[in-house]
């Protein structure tokens, strides 16, 4: 049911409406949603309240060009962060997770194996957030897994009582940085997010009511992604998770904290 409701909401916020309706509107929901337009274009430019949550930046922000330095994939609030301890990712919104709960079995032992004792960080893209995900650091796509599931809100009220992140829908890519280090960067529907996008994989298709397993996209070529490249977007706030196997270390005080993409959320010794 939540499937089909977030599909009617996709809909619904995608109607474009006759010009000085369309622009009461976008000001309404602005004004209630307390989105700052300084960095985009502007309100009356948005035919439907869809292009606003799906809005593109005017111009590039500025991000440190060091090779290790990892930046945040999206303008969110850090959940939570940390160690992996014996593939489990301890405590998002207060509840455990193991590696395969998240990826599923579409990890093969090998990188599971690789995965057991490294670093994760959770981020919140709210409603009045910029909704694109971008690459935190230089990687190759290897393969993309969309796994179907439920569409329960990512907000930390329920969060703290359903295992939300393995039970919804998303997106999952797993990623080289440099010789041998593997990423995880995970993309989290939620109650409203009728459509995940994923630029360079025009199949994808999330949300969708035909859909139940997984689906598998393999590249024989990895696909390599510059950091600070628009990767994707969400149609409405949701979660994204990163999981790294390499020796990364995450800045001090993170917790809780507001990040905007392009700041730097620590440091990664790359494996050439």
């Known amino acids: 049911m939540k499937r089909f409701i977030s599909r009617i909401i996709g809909k619904v916020f995608s109607v474009s409406f006759p ?15 307390k989105i700052d337009l300084s960095e985009f274009n502007e309100i009356s430019s948005y035919t439907s309240l869809q292009e606003i949550f799906t809005r593109n930046l005017k111009k590039q922000r500025i991000f440190s060009e060091v090779s290790g330095d990892v930046i945040s994939p999206a303008d969110s609030k850090i959940v ?10 301890l405590k998002i919104k207060g509840i455990t997770y193991s590696i395969k709960d998240l990826l599923t079995s579409n990890i093969n032992d090998e990188n599971l194996r690789i995965m057991q004792m490294g670093k994760f960080i959770n981020f919140y893209l709210s409603p009045r957030d910029y909704h694109h995900f971008h690459a935190p650091i230089d990687f ?3 393969n993309i897994v969309h796994v179907p599931g439920d569409l329960f809100s990512v907000r930390e009220s329920v969060a703290r009582k359903k295992k939300v992140f393995s039970i919804n829908e998303r997106v999952v890519m797993e990623c080289v940085i440099g010789g041998n280090q593997l990423c995880y960067l995970i993309f ?39 950091k600070g490249e628009d990767i994707g977007c969400f149609n409405f706030g949701s979660s994204v998770v990163a999981l790294f196997s390499g020796k990364i270390e995450f800045k001090e005080n993170l917790l809780k904290k507001k990040v905007r993409f ?4 620590g440091s990664l010794i790359i494996n050439k």
Do not use: C, H
């Not at 010009?19 to 949603?33: G, H, V, Y």
């Not at 392009?262 to 959320?265: E, K, L, Q, V």
């Open 140 to 142: 190759y796509l290897q």
């Open 188 to 226: 989290v529907g939620a109650f409203g997010v009728g459509n995940i996008k994923i630029f360079k994989e025009s199949k994808l298709q999330t949300n969708s009511a035909k859909k139940n397993s997984p689906t598998l996209y393999k590249y024989t070529k990895p696909i390599f992604f510059k």
């Open 80 to 89: 939570q962060y940390g160690d992996i301890e014996n593939g489990n990712l």
């Open 19 to 33: 010009k000085a309706i369309q622009l009461s509107l976008n000001r309404l929901f602005i004004r209630l949603s």
């Open 262 to 265: 392009s700041d730097t959320i």
